[in-house]
């Protein structure tokens, strides 16, 4: 299988759509870096997207979706609702699956990961009636931030890859966990702790991150 490239385009919303719905994997572009996507609610297409991934070791899934609709899928407290609030944003976050999320998606994790870092990815959550699942496109180590490398890595694996161009931040989300107590920063990625604080007042670092 060779894999069809298209230009991004608002107008593609409907052909990602029916390919995802009917079961296939594929490549799109964010503002962090490309992701392998899947319908969260096929098992059939989570498997094959992690067989794809190859991911070297467990761990479950990130879902896209914005606060109209992340209560399908994860438990939002006031917190993370702050958060979410300021979607589209560049950000991670580690949530509580609902246990209606699909096995192949949490990985029998309690926990999944929940993004949504860019316009495109915003609009297009709202048209899909299905939990949009993923991962980083990467190989050994080395994360998509273009077409071309996601061609060079998955052009043989996936169905269809939306050409973006270059990834406007071109490395992962600000990892944040929203199942302790207080919001905290867990790896830094696009965005710092000055950053957030004007957002999310209440975040902190772990200790071993403090100077």
């Known amino acids: 299988m060779n894999s069809k490239v298209l230009k991004l385009n608002r107008n593609l919303i409907p052909e990602i759509k029916s390919r995802l ?3 296939e994997v594929i490549i799109l572009p964010t503002d962090t870096v490309y992701a392998l996507v899947a319908n ?3 098992t059939k297409a989570v498997t094959l997207l992690r067989q794809i991934k190859a991911f070297s070791s467990p761990q479950p899934l990130g879902v896209f979706t914005r606060k109209e609709k992340a209560e399908q899928v994860v438990k939002v407290d006031r917190a993370a609702l702050q958060m979410m609030n300021h979607f589209p944003y560049p950000v991670t ?3 509580r699956a609902k246990p ?20 495109f990815i915003y609009d297009l959550v709202m048209e899909i009636p299905f939990p949009m699942v993923g991962t980083s496109a990467a190989f050994a180590g080395i994360q998509a931030t273009d077409a071309e490398l996601a061609v060079k890595f998955y052009g043989d694996k996936v169905s269809l890859i939306i050409d973006g161009g270059k990834s406007k931040h071109g490395r992962s989300g600000t990892l944040l966990d929203f199942t302790v107590e207080v ?3 867990m790896t830094y990625g696009t965005v710092s ?8 007042p209440q975040i902190i670092l772990p200790s071993h991150m403090m100077k």
């Open 100 to 119: 209606t999320l699909s096995e192949a998606v949490t990985n029998g994790f309690k926990n999944v990961f929940v993004t949504c870092p860019d316009r």
């Open 21 to 23: 719905k009917a079961g």
């Open 193 to 200: 702790l000055d950053d957030l604080r004007p957002l999310l």
């Open 93 to 95: 976050m580690i949530m």
């Open 183 to 185: 919001p905290t920063i």
């Open 40 to 42: 969260g609610n096929d």
